[in-house]
């Protein structure tokens, strides 16, 4: 019989099978972005049994996932920058263009960066946060008889309501709230998608939803944090022909979120 502790043990040894892939070809920018998917889909769960769990644990958990995916963010966001340049690249050929001198700065900053989250330091605290992690679940004692269907259910269609009013009253020039929907849309389909057993029919069409907005709301946070960042790495250019060309990327990205 599925459970809501089975679901959540999954989940965890999902995050551990993604952090061993991860060690093995860290050069893979796939490994990196799934395993922070596995962190933020338990942590998602999480927030979603939030009405069902003790404070003091619920915050435990949330704050050791937060700062376990927090490890990979710089490199995740450094993947996802040279993906586009690759395509602005791609869009844009020009032979006196020297994007082949870029890339190899791109490259080498995805390397030391790459490093950083392979130091001791780092792997140390990222696995005694998952072990935080581990040892608070192993507290959690959901049982069956606490009308798990029910709960779902009515979490379901208050998480739908409410996602549904922001987003209709989403100012997409807002960033931060843009942010905001777009966490709260990933909350939804995990849960929509993992509880989905203890009630299908709701389940479905939450999933839908929540994909929906995810995705409108994932295009312009992903082209806000691909213009800061390359304005950042911009401002640390020595070559200007380098300088510039990140700079014309960046107005690229600005153009989504305008």
Known sequence: MTTIQSILKRRYQAILVENTRYLNNPYDPERAHDLRVMIRTLRGLIKFLKRRIDPAVYTDIDTNLS???????????????????????????DKDADYLHLFSVLRQNRQDEMRQTLNDQAQEKFQNELKQVDKQ???????????????????????????????????????????????????????????????????NKSAKLAKDIQDDTGTITDAHVNYMRLRQLADKMTKDADKQLLLKIADEQLKKFE
């Open 137 to 203: 679940l192993t507290k959690l004692k959901f049982t069956q008889s606490t009308g798990w269907h029910q709960y779902i259910v009515k979490e379901l269609n208050r998480r739908n309501h409410k996602l549904v009013k922001i987003y209709e009253e989403l100012n997409f020039k807002d960033y931060p709230e843009v942010h905001h929907v777009r966490k709260r849309s990933k909350t939804l389909r995990y849960a929509s998608t993992y509880f989905g057993d203890f009630a299908p029919n709701k389940a």
């Open 67 to 93: 700062q376990a995916a927090i490890l990979f963010g710089d490199l995740r966001e450094l993947d996802v920058l040279i993906e586009q340049a690759g395509l602005y690249t791609y869009d844009h050929p």
